[in-house]
């Protein structure tokens, strides 16, 4: 390793991640409404002076193709719901989900970083945004679970765009959100899931899902 590269490794920032039961719960229902496709969505939340990412809440946005014109359309939206009061003070999209219909499915797809990296790192239009080193992409760990010991997800995050997972991610109440989780289902909740996407079909459809979780 060269010495600008150990130097540019040094100064990374390290950020923790917490995910609340809401964002978990909401990202894994999308997954259960649609096993037979990719989902995808964003990730909210807020990020403190000492580098903490919470994780509040996840808005599921794709079943089918992820089109440039309709994610861009879909981010205005969301970035206008990040400003209500239905969300913390600050909250803005921290990152990106996915869940693959493939069981045995590890890793991020090249789309997911290219679409990641342009959310991280802001084009020459945007130049009122801050760079957001804390972006991250959570993938669904569909062989865990199962498991109520396991978060479910496999967390990436890319300060210099290399991401690699994080072992600075954990879920707020592992048990409780799990446990949760298996209730939904129970209920099948996810029946009543609205993605961005379903919205644009049926706009009576509520792509927020405010009431989704009760």
């Not at 997972?165 to 209730?183: C, E, I, R």
Request: negative net charge; charged residues 25%.
């Amino acid at each position: 390793m060269t010495e600008s590269a150990e130097a540019t490794e040094s100064s990374e920032i390290t950020f923790t991640y917490v995910m609340k039961t809401e964002a978990h719960n909401k990202a894994l229902l999308h997954a259960a409404k649609f096993p037979w496709a990719d989902v995808f969505g964003f990730l909210l939340g807020t990020v403190s002076k000492d580098n903490e990412v919470m994780i509040v809440d996840s808005t599921p946005l794709f079943h089918t193709a992820i089109f440039s014109p309709m994610l861009e359309v879909s981010t205005n939206l969301v970035e206008k719901h990040c400003e209500s009061d239905s969300l913390p003070k600050g909250t803005e999209i921290v990152g990106i989900y996915f869940a693959s219909s493939r069981t045995n499915y590890s890793g991020t797809y090249p789309k997911l970083k290219k679409i990641a990296n342009n959310y991280r790192v802001p084009t020459q239009s945007e130049e009122n945004k801050k760079k957001r080193e804390h972006f991250c992409i959570a993938v669904v760990d569909s062989a865990s679970l199962a498991d109520e010991t396991k978060v479910g997800f496999t967390l990436y995050s890319g300060p210099s765009g290399s991401w690699k997972p994080s072992d600075q991610f954990s879920l707020q109440y592992l048990k409780d959100a799990n446990s949760s989780f298996t209730t939904l289902l129970e209920r099948n909740a996810q029946d009543s899931l609205c993605d961005f996407e379903s919205w644009l079909e049926e706009p009576s459809l509520d792509w927020r899902n405010l009431n989704l979780i009760a």
